[in-house]
């Protein structure tokens, strides 16, 4: 009855063993974009302000990525649509200049590594009314 007992706990405690190694070589990154936060400029009616916003874990906060924003329509103006930050900004910031007669704005954002690997993507849109 001991020795199976034993062998039973020593099988256990073997396999809580590997299991733990198992767990210790996988490294786990990810990434989450956060909602768009667009502000209406005060003192111009067509500008606007875009707060692109991230979280994630498994990257160093000094790791460099690039924040990318674009958008379709080529009359659109964005002032710096490649940021280079550290991955513990959280946060980029972009100005938008948009004509009078645009009605529907869509737009894009992606975050890539240096070495390439790419991070996330999403799209946006929203109404202008100058």
Not at 40 to 65: C, L, M, T
Not at 77 to 101: G, R
Request: hydrophobic share 35%; aromatic share 14%; with cysteine.
């Amino acid at each position: 009855m001991k020795s199976t007992l034993f062998i039973i706990l020593l099988f256990l405690f073997m396999t809580v063993e590997v299991y733990s190694k198992i767990i210790k070589q996988i490294k786990t990154m990810d990434l989450v974009s956060l909602p768009i936060v667009i502000t209406k400029d005060k003192h111009d009616p067509n500008n606007y302000i875009v707060k692109s916003q991230w979280f994630g874990f498994g990257h160093s906060d000094d790791e460099k990525v690039t924040h990318i924003l674009t958008c379709q329509e080529n009359s659109v103006k964005i002032k710096h649509t490649h940021q280079v930050k550290n991955f513990s900004d959280y946060e980029a910031y972009y100005e938008i200049k948009v004509p009078k007669d645009t009605d529907i704005v869509n737009c894009e954002r992606s975050m890539e590594m240096f070495d390439g690997e790419f991070l996330g993507y999403s799209t946006f849109s929203f109404r202008h009314k100058s």
